[in-house]
């Protein structure tokens, strides 16, 4: 074959599979398929008849006769899908090696969650892009970024101590001063600013599951936006390059000492730096969100009712004779009937 979307293929005893590429997949030709795993044509066709006859692939997505030659004489090619199938069908020594090759990348693919080509990705820039990208997405991740300014203080603090109330005093500050860097709001404030019953999952971000919990509604960090939780990532990787450095030179620093490391950095970076509490509203903060959770969940309930909701009636009272149906439906119903609405 010498096609322009051909990709030659290394397997192993110096044996180059020749296959070519549509929408980015590769595909085999019986020749080819045949070589691959060590068979005739002959003994591959019921093979690939009983994957096709059996449902388990289909025949038109799966199985393409395609042109290559000037001719047009055309030939069946089989997708990376029925290459897959076929390997786990037969019994050849090749296809036993090929089951022992995909045995042993699914399990390093349930152990790490991820694989990685380095040929195709030292071949392709395009491809390693889209990989730091994707990396770069994965480490903002709001849970990612906290666990790696947590990791900070593991590293370098000397006073370190996990069970401790100073340190818990500490990682709440902490929090404070990156959404106080990013948003100009704590926690709280944040609470209080976003918290809207009449907002999708009221104004959070961040939920496990198609309805907000009670608990998540009071979590200041879960109505952060994802630029603001990536330009967070962006100051904790900074932070946590300096720990790093800093535990690699011996130095011994403390919580305090890196909280004013952190501070000088927030000021390098032009955020402002947040000073300390003048206030105590978290409780008001958390009375907020439970009111507007309430009213939330109210109104989700009055919709899985089939009712279309005018808030303005809403807030009159208008659907008030329909609290006694509303109590009936569990908030663990609720989750299921939007999670099955949302599949």
Not at 240 to 260: C, I, N, P, R, V
Not at 305 to 311: K, N
Request: net charge negative; with cysteine; proline share 2%.
């Amino acid at each position: 074959m010498n096609n322009k979307n051909e990709l030659v293929v290394y397997t192993d005893d110096g044996y180059d599979a020749e296959l070519i590429l549509m929408d980015g997949k590769p595909w085999a030709s019986f020749p080819t398929l045949a070589e691959m795993f060590s068979t005739s044509i002959e003994d591959l066709t019921p093979v690939l008849k009983e994957i096709f006859n059996s449902g388990e692939l289909s025949r038109i997505d799966h199985a393409q006769k395609i042109s290559l030659t000037p001719n047009g004489i055309e030939e069946w090619f089989f997708s990376v899908d029925a290459i897959i199938s076929v390997g786990y069908r037969l019994n050849t020594q090749k296809a036993t090696q090929f089951r022992v090759w995909s045995t042993n990348i699914i399990t390093r693919y349930m152990s790490d969650g991820y694989l990685i080509n380095d040929d195709i990705l030292k071949s392709d820039p395009k491809k390693l892009s889209e990989l730091a990208a994707k990396i770069r997405e994965l480490r903002a991740n709001e849970k990612n970024v906290y666990a790696s300014v947590r990791e900070c203080f593991k590293i370098a603090a000397t006073d370190y101590e996990p069970s401790s109330a100073e340190v818990r005093r500490f990682y709440s500050l902490l929090q404070d001063k990156f959404h106080h860097a990013i948003t100009s709001m704590t926690s709280s404030q944040l609470i209080l600013d976003r918290a809207d019953h009449t907002d999708v999952n009221m104004g959070m971000q961040s939920i496990n599951g198609a309805v907000p919990t009670k608990n998540e509604v009071t979590v200041g960090k879960n109505y952060l936006k994802e630029s603001e939780i990536y330009r967070m990532h962006l100051l904790s990787e900074q932070f946590l390059l300096f720990a790093e450095s800093t535990s690699l030179a011996g130095k011994d620093m403390t919580m305090s000492m890196l909280h004013s490391q952190l501070d000088k950095l927030l000021e390098i970076n032009g955020y402002e730096v947040f000073e300390g509490y003048s206030d105590y509203i978290k409780e008001h903060a958390v009375e907020h969100a439970q009111q507007e959770y309430e009213k939330f969940l109210e109104i989700k309930k009055l919709e899985h009712l089939g009712i279309d909701v005018d808030l303005e009636l809403f807030y009159l009272g208008e659907y008030d004779e329909l609290k006694e149906e509303t109590a009936k439906i569990t908030t663990r119903a609720l989750h299921k009937a939007l999670s099955i609405q949302d599949a």
